[in-house]
């Protein structure tokens, strides 16, 4: 059973090349689709030993593209701050969660790991496919390829906030097995400043336009509610939820 990994990539020169050396070590290849980075992006991922692809598109297209290319059975839908723990191991089923260890500094990790701790503690009930704060990254190729037929044409071309929490919905239209969850099984780089993290959410919700009057704007509303928590859990993520909410709805209602 042969796995490939597929990162998107735009000026990710800080984290590329580890990412790529941690998925060599544990993938049979790495595909890095790059939307034509200014820096030494395409240099040190392929020095690493990543195949390299360009193209213009979007975040969605490039995870597309990524998957058309690959030769495993399975397909991990990794970003460029991320990268392997020895945990990742052991999956069974088509459709594979991945749990995550933030790693970093200063307020922003702080905050998201808080978040991650408590969701991925109850990670039974958020792989909930609607309201869940927590998306799959590992899934069966063709299980995938025929998931990414199915999205409109306008938003692969255009979406590049909220593809995850798409592709997980689509697959699960085809899907009705088990969805495996493996705790701690990549680390997660939190290194934005506060700026630079709410300027992030505000982006994701100026994108997040796109899915207005389509199947998919509920899902990316209620997603991330984090179902399962007892009132203590809500009252600690209330600081992260604010961070990210109130950029995020600047961007969608302004």
């Known amino acids: 059973m042969k796995v490939s990994v597929v990162i998107p990539t735009l000026n990710s020169e800080k984290t590329i090349g580890l990412a790529v050396s941690s998925a060599l070590k544990f993938s049979d290849e790495v595909i890095v689709v790059d939307s034509f980075s200014s820096?030494?992006?395409v240099e040190i991922a392929e020095k690493e030993g990543a195949k390299v692809i360009q193209i213009k598109g979007s975040r969605l297209i490039a995870r597309?593209?990524?998957?058309k290319r690959a030769k495993g059975d399975y397909v991990v839908n990794l970003d460029s701050d991320m990268y392997f723990s020895d945990n990742f191991k052991g999956f069974e089923e088509k459709v594979v969660a991945l749990g995550e260890i933030t790693v970093g500094k200063g307020t922003v990790y702080k905050i998201m790991s808080i978040d991650r701790e408590i969701t991925h503690r109850r990670w039974m009930e958020n792989l909930d496919v609607k309201k869940g704060g927590i998306i799959?990254?590992?899934?069966?190729?063709?299980?995938?390829?025929?998931?990414?037929?199915?999205?409109p044409g306008h938003l692969r071309e255009?979406?590049?906030?909220?593809e995850?929490?798409?592709i997980y919905y689509e697959v699960s239209k085809l899907y009705k097995g088990k969805v495996q969850f493996i705790p701690s099984a990549v680390y997660h780089i939190e290194d934005d400043s506060l700026f630079q993290f709410m300027r992030k959410w505000y982006k994701y919700g100026k994108n997040a336009k796109l899915l207005k009057g389509t199947e998919y704007e509920r899902i990316m509303k209620e997603r991330g509610m984090r179902p399962g928590l007892t009132m203590s859990e809500k009252v600690k993520l209330v600081l992260p939820t604010l961070?990210?909410?109130?950029?995020?709805?600047l961007g969608y209602y302004l």
């Open 39 to 41: 820096d030494r992006t």
């Open 64 to 67: 597309i593209e990524g998957a």
């Open 164 to 166: 995850d929490s798409i």
């Open 136 to 151: 799959p990254r590992m899934y069966d190729r063709e299980l995938l390829l025929k998931a990414y037929d199915n999205i």
């Open 243 to 249: 961070i990210k909410g109130i950029p995020f709805a």
């Open 158 to 162: 255009r979406l590049n906030a909220f």
